[in-house]
């Protein structure tokens, strides 16, 4: 139906070139039907004033807590580090929550990282501002909203090289990307 539904339309409009790529080539379509709109990301992000010293800010991982997201990636990549744990704070609802409390309390850092459920948008801005990092270790994107989000506000990022993430990040100069689910 979808196929169908695509071959049919006048325009399709994926949020990224990545996007766009799959769908031209799942569905054969004309790429002069195809129209990249990215998707759009609240004024919050950018009203906010980058705070200029971020070294007793959070690390922060925000969206939803799920394999996709690579939230398991974060937690380990956690556990490899050495010396003092930073503030952490993980943002989200999802499905990988108690799973990964559990790791934390493996690897005895339940006490370190913080859960926060969802926060609206001018909360976010204001935390991401404040963060010393946005960590968002995603397998899967068709675009990154959290990683566009992280940057507007003014908040270094490290990612993954996957979908549509070396679109919005330029590999060392607006972020680091790194391979997928290697913590």
Do not use: Y
Not at 4 to 15: I, K, Q
């Amino acid at each position: 139906v979808l196929g169908g539904a695509l071959r049919t339309a006048d325009w399709v409009c994926p949020t990224s070139d990545s996007a766009a790529s799959m769908v031209r080539t799942a569905f054969r379509l004309d790429p002069a039907r195809i129209k990249v709109i990215p998707n759009g990301i609240t004024r919050d992000f950018f009203d906010v004033e980058p705070q200029a010293d971020v070294s007793r800010g959070p690390m922060v991982f925000f969206g939803r807590l799920s394999h996709g997201k690579g939230l398991d990636t974060f937690v380990e990549a956690l556990g490899r580090l050495e010396g003092p744990l930073p503030p952490v704070k993980i943002i989200g609802r999802g499905e990988l929550r108690e799973t990964m409390q559990a790791r934390l309390a493996e690897l005895g850092l339940a006490d370190s990282v913080e859960f926060v459920p969802w926060l609206d948008p001018p909360d976010l801005a204001g935390l991401l501002a404040r963060a010393r990092l946005a960590v968002l270790p995603s397998r899967e994107e068709s675009f990154g909203n959290a990683i566009a989000e992280a940057m507007a506000a003014g908040c270094p990022v490290v990612s993954t090289s996957v979908g549509s993430i070396p679109e919005i990040v330029d590999d060392g100069r607006t972020g680091t990307l790194v391979p997928p689910g290697e913590p």
